[in-house]
């Protein structure tokens, strides 16, 4: 069964702070690997998408990594503002019919 | 030049109650996605539409659900007899690609609907 699994489920970090969040998926035939920011509210926004060769990508201070090897891929916060509070998703793509495969997210709070 | 729109923002129901959603995708977008959102959860996905065809209602979890996009633009999901159960946060989302994307196409969303139903 296709599965995104993402860990912590939450996460509490002082403005200023690192922090790494993590996914593990389980997706066949895999297409591409993407991130994704969701403030309360709103609907989900695209931080980076990594294609199967990629191995990293960064978007301002956020830098994704990805291991096809282990279907693993981490998200890295640099330096985290209190506007990163949000939850942050993990979706795995199918190839063919491109379906999104989406984790249960992990919710950062970013204190002053 | 405006992204998704949904509406309405907020719905509440009684149970049994019939339900409308809409979407205003991305203009010139061919494909619109419909995805449940429970609360605490990632969303799930119900439905695709490329242009007017329904390709993929295998997300739908029952036929309580309908979805349509008669004109390859507007769509409406509709729920019928609503349950408490169906009370989720409701997302569309449209891509400028059909079935033959790109690897790198993106799927914008909406802010969704968050249908309560009492």
């Known amino acids: 069964k296709n599965q995104v699994e993402q860990s912590p489920q939450s996460l509490i970090i002082l403005e200023g702070k690192n922090c790494t969040l993590q996914c593990n998926y389980t997706v066949s035939p895999f297409s591409n690997l993407r991130w994704y920011k969701q403030d309360t509210g709103r609907g989900p926004v695209s931080l980076t998408i990594m294609t199967f060769s990629e191995n990293t990508k960064s978007n301002g201070r956020y830098t994704a990594t990805l291991d096809a090897d282990t279907k693993q891929s981490s998200l890295h916060i640099t330096a985290s503002q209190l506007s990163d509070s949000a939850s942050y998703i993990c979706?795995?793509?199918?190839?063919?019919?491109?379906?999104?495969?989406f984790g249960t997210g992990t919710r950062l709070k970013v204190l002053a | 030049g405006a992204g998704v729109s949904q509406s309405p923002r907020y719905k509440v129901a009684k149970r049994g109650q019939d339900v409308a959603l809409r979407c205003d995708p991305i203009s010139g977008h061919v494909s619109l996605f419909w995805y449940q959102q429970a609360l605490g959860q990632g969303p799930e996905f119900l439905t695709y539409f490329q242009n007017e065809a329904q390709l993929d209602k295998s997300g739908l979890p029952s036929d309580r659900f309908f979805a349509e996009r008669p004109e390859g633009s507007v769509s409406t999901l509709k729920i019928q007899r609503t349950q408490q159960e169906d009370s989720a946060v409701y997302l569309c989302?449209?891509?400028?690609?059909?079935?033959?994307?790109?690897?790198?196409?993106?799927?914008?969303f909406g802010p969704g609907t968050r249908l309560t139903v009492l």
């Open positions: 989302a449209s891509s400028l690609w059909g079935r033959r994307a790109p690897p790198d196409n993106e799927q914008f």
């Open positions: 979706v795995a793509v199918t190839s063919g019919t491109y379906k999104y495969i």
